[in-house]
């Protein structure tokens, strides 16, 4: 304990997460999720780190989801179900997440038979059963089958190869980008969407047994998403800026921020920080809203711009006049994208500094 330096002591910028937010964060979708009867599997992409996969775990997690062979290596320490939600082409991917370690049921998203077939043979050579759950696309246009007889196809050739066995269908609604009160629509059309697909599967025989979705902007609302049996959160163990804009968390529900020191003052009506794009991630929401961030406690003040080591607070909307030397957390427009800039993380609870995890699956 001695080697963890107090909060004031932290060379910035420094990524910190308030402990008992994130606890709250947790505790939150583990309620949700066991109220409405669904699986959580959250997606450690978010936080990249073993130790608080094993957090979600304990409490409750079925498994986690991953993004990455990388993910998927470091994960496996705590995980014994792990969903790689990406699918693994090429030889070099496949045959790295083949070699995790026995005790882990694998399962991945695909949405080809090019993918899936050298997945399978691979799989029957190392002796090993992957499942697969049949990626679709409800309206984000990014992968996954767009009609529901493509997902018959590849569900039908799932239960033809040794090697694998047929999960279920997943999607990502991605695409759903409203606030969480003005949702509805864009939800009611997922769920027609979803209902083709599963119309098509039963007309040939086929029954899934997981139908995987969610995301943290729709957390709140997913029980809305009919079929539905698991969810994917993965922002939402930390939430950020876009997430409290879209509504799905408040402020105070911001359990990351990236902890820098004012170094400049000099230009009237703004701020310079010592965190910029190589801290906090250059991401933009879209939508009309500007900035890459805002203070934690302060969100009318906004990260206005960007350069790798410099960050620029505008002033405009607040009377706050920090000095050299000040300060602040800021929250990310995307917190993922931040924690994987970062070599480790923070733990904090008031103003100590009582853990340190190392973000061991960064980078790729
Ligand atoms: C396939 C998939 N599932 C789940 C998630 C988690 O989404 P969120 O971070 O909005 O919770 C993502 C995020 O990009 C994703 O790509």
């Not at 909060?7 to 999720?33: C, G, I, S, W």
């Not at 961030?293 to 080591?309: A, H, I, N, W, Y």
Request: net charge negative.
């Amino acid at each position: 304990v001695s080697a963890v330096p107090r909060l004031q002591e932290l060379e910035t910028p420094a990524a910190v997460v308030d402990l008992d937010r994130m606890e709250a964060n947790l505790q939150r979708v583990a309620a949700y999720t066991r109220e409405h009867g669904f699986s959580w599997r959250p997606h450690a992409k978010t936080h990249k780190i073993p130790e608080l996969g094993a957090r979600q775990l304990a409490a409750g997690a079925c498994g986690l989801t991953v993004a990455t062979p990388r993910e998927a290596e470091v994960m496996a320490s705590v995980a014994e179900d792990i969903l790689l939600a990406y699918p693994p082409v090429g030889e070099t991917k496949i045959q790295r997440v083949l070699a995790l370690p026995e005790v882990v049921r694998l399962s991945v998203a695909m949405d080809s038979l090019e993918a899936l077939v050298p997945l399978a043979r691979a799989a029957q050579e190392r002796r090993r059963r992957v499942g697969v759950l049949v990626e679709v696309d409800v309206g984000m246009g990014r992968v996954g089958l767009p009609e529901p007889p493509q997902a018959v196809e590849i569900a039908v050739r799932v239960a033809d190869l040794p090697g694998v066995e047929l999960d279920g269908l997943l999607f990502f609604p991605g695409h759903v980008r409203e606030p969480l009160g003005r949702q509805g629509p864009a939800l009611a059309a997922v769920s027609r969407r979803l209902a083709g697909f599963l119309e098509a599967l039963e007309g040939a025989g086929i029954a899934p047994r997981v139908v995987s979705g969610g995301s943290t902007p729709t957390l709140w609302r997913c029980h809305e998403m009919t079929g539905l049996t698991e969810v994917r959160p993965g922002t939402n163990l930390f939430n950020d800026r876009t997430t409290a804009l879209f509504e799905a968390c408040g402020w105070e529900d911001c359990a990351y921020s990236v902890l820098a020191t004012v170094v400049s003052t000099a230009v009237p009506g703004q701020v310079v920080v010592d965190a910029g794009s190589k801290a906090l991630a250059r991401e933009e929401i879209g939508g009309g809203i500007a900035g890459f961030g805002s203070v934690l406690d302060r969100p009318e003040v906004v990260v206005t711009g960007l350069s790798e080591e410099h960050g620029t607070l505008g002033l405009e909307a607040t009377d706050w006049r920090p000095q050299v030397g000040e300060r602040v957390r800021l929250v990310p427009n995307h917190v993922c994208v931040s924690v994987n800039l970062q070599e480790r993380l923070w733990g904090v609870r008031d103003d100590e500094v009582v853990e340190c995890w190392e973000v061991a699956a960064r980078g790729r």
